[in-house]
């Protein structure tokens, strides 16, 4: 076994340059009488890497280091030891050959294997034969491997098949995490994990379920997550929808039916006329229509995976007259509104008519009274009667004044010239 050397390659130290500057330190500094220690350089090593052992407050005038395995001194479990007045080393049965110790007791493992996790004893003789001892542990972990997710089904059907995930490989003392959606997951009503998290099970699978799903494996060292994977969901079909929503057609035009549902894989569509088979295709499309084509149009859609059926149907009308389509319906305020407008149109054509009525009747009025103050002619026939024989025409004349505050006397039959505003009439007798 070869004395360590401090190296330096490409600026960076090896374990042999950091064991130097610990002898310079331990051989030039000043005694001490703290107990003697161990700093692990890495208390968590990686598999196949190399760890350090580094002995600290070695006590004065030390005469030999020894290493064992295990938390005891044991002849059969020696690694190896160092003499410090002959600089000598020498190796035990428990030496694999990639142990290497130094002048200062310190001890270098070259890559680690998972079995050299455990314990490790220092024992640090004096020149007086007193002794020291002390333990350390350390552990080594693999570098885990990017993991895979396996499935029992990646076709499930929704609302009939489980679904359950394992994270592959299963390492020990590893720790395993699933994610959805890139989202950390727990135990629910719908998802179930083991006890070491390794297994995923989806006890009711829906159409929102397809991921993606992924795991992820952890230790002290290392971590590594798996490729995203999806699930294919069958569903449905759903209920399905007919479009456009006319059910009453003119004769010699063109009937255009499309039907919709939700589905997957893909439905497979049919169109049945009164329950016999049209087209089976997605879109009914029937030229020139006649009285005929009336009748009731069935939409039958099928998933082949899920064996599940969904029916929508449509009655249509094929005449010469076709009913004009009834407008949408007008609000609460709009029909007060037209209520309104209504009546009071109705009020101002009442008011209106009874204005003109007023004005007619009023004006019949006057013309009678104007009538009924005319002195009758007859007073004014002297000595004539409407029964003589020798009857002659006759012509009287009457005045009208229209002075209402003087009283009404006769006039002569010839009118006064003085007589302001007067209107003659003139009666004659056959």
Known sequence: MEPPSALSQRGRFTWQGCLLA???????GPPTTAKLALELMLPNATEGKDVLFLAQNLPENPLRYAWYKGERVNSTRQIASYRIDTQSNATGPAYSGRETIYPNGSLLFQKVTLNDTGNYTLRATKSDLETEEVTRQFRVYPELPKPNISSNNSNPVEHKDPVVFTCEPEIQDTTYLWLINSQSIQNSL?????KDNRTLTLLRVTRNDTGPYECESRNPVSASRSDPLYLNVSYGPDSPTISPPDTHYHSGANLHLSCHAASNPPAQYSWLLNGSLKQPTQELFITSITENDSG????????SVT?????AVRNITVSDFVPTQPTPGLSDGAIAGIVIGV??????????VYFL??????GASDQRDLTEHKPSASNHSQGHSDNSPDKINEIAYSSLNFNAQESKKPTSALPSSTTPETLYSEVKKK
């Open 22 to 28: 610990v002898s310079l330190v331990t051989f030039w």
């Open 296 to 303: 009731t149009y069935t939409c039958l859609v099928h998933n």
């Open 190 to 194: 719908k998802l179930e994990l083991s």
């Open 357 to 362: 009525y007023i004005r007619k009747t009023g």
């Open 307 to 311: 064996g599940l059926n969904s029916t």
């Open 343 to 352: 009546l009071a149109g109705i009020a101002l054509i009442a008011a209106l």
